[in-house]
């Protein structure tokens, strides 16, 4: 089997009951015994179940459902890193430069100017620079991998923060904005684009679980993605709120680019901010 189809409910039930090679009544079987486990965490029976009914089975590719808001008029197959986007000539490193803030790569990490000036982020303590620092790999870590959601449902869900958060424009010009005192960046990126949700289809090697190790076999992220799916339906039949839910993040490595051929779907979302 490819991959677990999970661009809604019905279709991820559908997928894991192909996978496990189980009946719909065999399926509910397995939610009742859930409901009624009153013995270990589900979690930990979820994964014992799968190890007795999976064997060496995997999968071959997962889907990533990516949260953009892009510029009109630029190509929407593109997907670069924030490395290459920052420093290389693209749609967001040509927007950044109508505000005179440019990127240079110096050393491992990337310095910020603004108006042909290196700006001193250490000189700073609040949290804008603090996050921009970490963003552009100031503090020895780097934060420029492209990333998803393993889950479709509910990604729009009223409190999500997440989704709110990129509605508008991507985090890293709202904060380079406000840091800077740039007010209307955010506004102007907001007023000449549209939001999407982008779907990926990627080789399960490529991908990293974020949160769990990020050297994981194929056999194992193929068992964690199940048992997150068996979960995630168990919570839909009880009713559960998906606005707290855990939607599992996964993200490529820092120096990865999503391959045009992995890209299979483009859905506009709809504006909601007045």
């Known amino acids: 089997m490819k991959y677990l189809d999970a661009r809604n409910m019905n279709s991820l039930k559908n997928g894991v009951m192909e996978f496990l090679d189980?009946?719909?009544?065999?399926?509910?079987?397995?939610?009742?015994?859930?409901?009624?486990?009153?013995?270990?965490?589900?979690?930990?029976?979820?994964?014992?179940?799968?190890?007795?009914?999976?064997?060496?089975?995997?999968?071959?590719?997962?889907?990533?459902?990516?949260?953009?808001?892009?510029?009109?008029?630029?190509?929407?197959?593109?997907?670069?890193?924030?490395?290459?986007?920052?420093?290389?000539?693209?749609?967001?490193?040509?927007?950044?430069?109508?505000?005179?803030?440019?990127?240079?790569?110096?050393?491992?990490?990337?310095?910020?100017?603004?108006?042909?000036?290196?700006?001193?982020?250490?000189?700073?303590?609040?949290?804008?620079?603090m996050y921009i620092r970490w963003r552009l790999g100031n503090e020895k870590e780097f934060d420029y991998c492209i990333n998803g959601f393993a889950f479709r449902s509910y990604l729009e869900s009223e409190g999500n923060g997440y989704y709110s958060s990129l509605e508008r424009c991507p985090e890293i010009i709202d904060i380079i904005g406000r840091f800077l005192g740039i007010s209307e960046i955010c506004n102007d990126y907001y007023n000449n684009s549209k939001y999407y949700c982008i779907e990926y289809i990627i080789p399960m090697s490529e991908v990293i679980f974020d949160?769990?190790?990020?050297?994981?076999?194929?056999?194992?992220?193929?068992?964690?993605?199940?048992?997150?799916?068996?979960l995630r339906l168990f919570d839909e039949m009880n009713g559960a709120n998906f606005v707290s839910n855990h939607n599992q993040i996964l993200r490529l490595s820092d120096d990865s680019i999503i391959k045009e051929d992995w890209v299979v779907n483009f859905e506009e979302l709809s504006r909601t901010i007045k």
Not at 70 to 80: P, Q, S
Not at 211 to 230: D, H, S, W
């Open 22 to 129: 189980l009946s719909e009544e065999e399926m509910e079987d397995l939610f009742l015994s859930m409901l009624l486990n009153r013995e270990i965490e589900l979690h930990e029976w979820v994964t014992q179940f799968l190890v007795n009914h999976t064997g060496n089975e995997e999968l071959e590719s997962i889907q990533m459902f990516h949260l953009s808001r892009r510029l009109n008029g630029t190509d929407l197959r593109a997907n670069f890193n924030l490395k290459q986007l920052l420093i290389e000539d693209s749609p967001i490193s040509d927007f950044f430069g109508k505000y005179n803030v440019t990127f240079k790569k110096e050393c491992e990490h990337i310095e910020l100017y603004y108006k042909g000036r290196k700006v001193d982020l250490e000189k700073f303590g609040n949290s804008e620079s």
């Open 211 to 230: 949160g769990y190790n990020p050297l994981m076999t194929n056999q194992e992220k193929t068992l964690e993605l199940l048992k997150l799916a068996i």
